[in-house]
T-cell receptor, first 111, second 113 residues
Framework: SQQGEEDPQALSIQEGENATMNCSYKTSINNLQWYRQNSGRGLVHLILIRSNEREKHSGRLRVTLDTSKKSSSLLITASRAADTASYFCATDPDSNYQLIWGAGTKLIIKP | SQTIHQWPATLVQPVGSPLSLECTVEGTSNPNLYWYRQAAGRGLQLLFYSVGIGQISSEVPQNLSASRPQDRQFILSSKKLLLSDSGFYLC????????????FGSGTRLTVV
């Protein structure tokens, strides 16, 4: 079942600009994860934020988590053409570790 | 280091033919294993997951089956493919207790004609 809902569904920005994607979910979670998928490829894990964390950084990525609003955001700073991909959020709602996936945001970086 | 191998990368099969997709993991023991299907431009649909040899859980009733004959081998099968089985199939593994991300294979693009 789909729990995470990303918005926007698609985002097109100029290279060098910042890109922000959002994810909302419905149940309590252990953690929330973001993944990147290049066209026709498998998904790559980007970052995991635990339910007791509010913000996490990894290189040009910044993830925030607001458990009171059941939402998360992924910020990619100083975007590059290579960032063009689909981005998915996934939540880990219980100890069985069956991630629940959103439908993804398609990000296009224009050179 | 841990790696995951999934093959073939692309497959074109006629309706009614059998299917066997294989996924193997290296560098870890007792992984959780997953098969997902992804329709074009859509999110992931969990098909099967396994927490151990011979232990398969199915999430969606369908024309497919899965088996785990060895700890690090996960196979997706069908006896007779349908047109609706076309899609992008992804294998993934995770540690048993969670807390880290999934690792995905490179995917198999299946076209049933």
């Amino acid at each position: 079942s789909q729990q995470g809902e990303e918005d926007p569904q698609a985002l097109s920005i100029q290279e060098g600009e910042n890109a922000t994607m959002n994810c909302s979910y419905k149940t309590s979670i252990n953690n929330l994860q973001w993944y990147r998928q290049n066209s026709g490829r498998g998904l790559v894990h980007l970052i995991l934020i635990r339910s007791n964390e509010r913000e996490k950084h990894s290189g040009r990525l910044r993830v925030t988590l607001d458990t009171s609003k059941k939402s998360s955001s992924l910020l990619i700073t100083a975007s590059r053409a290579a960032d063009t991909a689909s981005y998915f959020c996934a939540t880990d709602p219980d100890s069985n570790y069956q991630l629940i996936w959103g439908a993804g945001t398609k990000l296009i970086i224009k050179p | 280091s841990q790696t995951i191998h999934q093959w073939p990368a692309t497959l074109v099969q006629p309706v009614g033919s059998p299917l066997s997709l294989e996924c193997t993991v290296e560098g870890t023991s007792n992984p959780n294993l997953y098969w997902y299907r992804q329709a074009a431009g859509r999110g992931l649909q969990l098909l099967f997951y396994s927490v151990g040899i011979g232990q398969i859980s199915s999430e969606v009733p369908q024309n497919l089956s899965a088996s785990r004959p060895q700890d690090r081998q996960f196979i997706l099968s069908s006896k007779k493919l349908l047109l609706s089985d076309s899609g992008f199939y992804l294998c993934a593994w995770s540690v048993r207790r969670g807390g880290v991300g999934y690792t995905f294979g490179s995917g198999t693009r299946l076209t049933v004609v």
